[in-house]
């Protein structure tokens, strides 16, 4: 059973329309959430980390976290052909040993934006 | 550019050579990780080390050997691997919290390509 789920997508968006990217994690405990963009043939850039339930937002960029749905998602405003990425959840453990970093990882959404 | 510097970019090693892939940070985290990129796959931890102490292997074969010298500096040694090792290695690192404060992110270096022939 995967511990951190994503749909794997391609999801295909116009220019200047929302993204919507989901995830959902089975860790009921899990305490910190992070959204990373990975360009191909890249490593991973975190673009955003959300620990408490509610909404966070940077720039064009919106995460929503519910931890009663065990459900974190990211909204990317005014999408541009540039964020055309594979999208990363990860999450960190529940309480317990050390945790430092310690990250599961979603498979990835492809997102597309075309012009 | 991260302050995670990974070398080599890229690696071609036979199934009988050894080699090592290193990772150096500049960014004054205490903690740092070794993950793994296959195709299709989701990124897999590997091995965490917590200043320089490894707390964490995630049940990797033998034939990867990570060591840590101090804070700011990791290895994974490599030797025997097979073609399906082929993948790509990321050295990550992370600053060190309270115990009350759980998980925190981290930052990856640009990876080690490795193919395994």
């Known amino acids: 059973q995967k511990e951190v789920e994503q749909n794997s997508g391609p999801l295909s968006v116009p220019e200047g329309a929302i993204a919507s990217l989901n995830c959902t994690y089975s860790?009921?405990?899990?305490?910190?959430f992070f959204w990373y963009r990975q360009y191909s043939g890249k490593s991973p850039e975190l673009i955003m980390s959300?620990?408490?339930?509610g909404d966070k937002e940077d720039g064009r960029f919106t995460a929503q976290l519910n931890k009663a749905s065990q459900y974190v998602s990211l909204l990317i405003r005014d999408s541009q052909p540039s964020d055309s990425a594979t999208y990363l959840c990860?999450?960190?453990?529940?309480?317990?040993?050390?945790?430092?970093?310690?990250?599961?990882f979603g498979q990835g959404t492809i997102l597309t934006v075309h012009p | 550019e991260t302050g995670v510097t990974q070398t080599p970019r890229h690696l071609v090693m036979g199934m009988t050579n050894k080699k090592s892939l290193k990772c150096e940070q500049h960014?004054?985290?205490?903690?740092m990780y070794w993950y793994k990129q296959s195709a299709k796959k989701p990124l897999e931890l590997m091995f965490v080390?917590?200043?320089?102490?490894?707390?964490e292997n995630n049940s990797v074969p033998s034939r990867f050997s990570p060591e840590c010298p101090n804070s700011s500096h990791l290895f994974l040694h490599l030797h025997t691997l097979q073609p399906e090792d082929s993948a790509l290695y990321l050295c990550?690192?992370?600053?060190?919290?309270?115990?009350?404060?759980?998980?925190?992110?981290?930052?990856f270096g640009q990876g080690t390509r490795l193919t395994v022939v």
């Open positions: 990550a690192s992370s600053p060190h919290r309270d115990r009350g404060h759980w998980g925190t992110e981290a930052f």
């Open positions: 860790d009921r405990g899990s305490q910190s």
């Open positions: 959300i620990y408490s339930n």
């Open positions: 990860a999450v960190t453990p529940g309480a317990g040993g050390t945790s430092y970093g310690k990250l599961t």
């Open positions: 960014l004054g985290h205490n903690a």
């Open positions: 080390y917590n200043f320089k102490e490894q707390t």
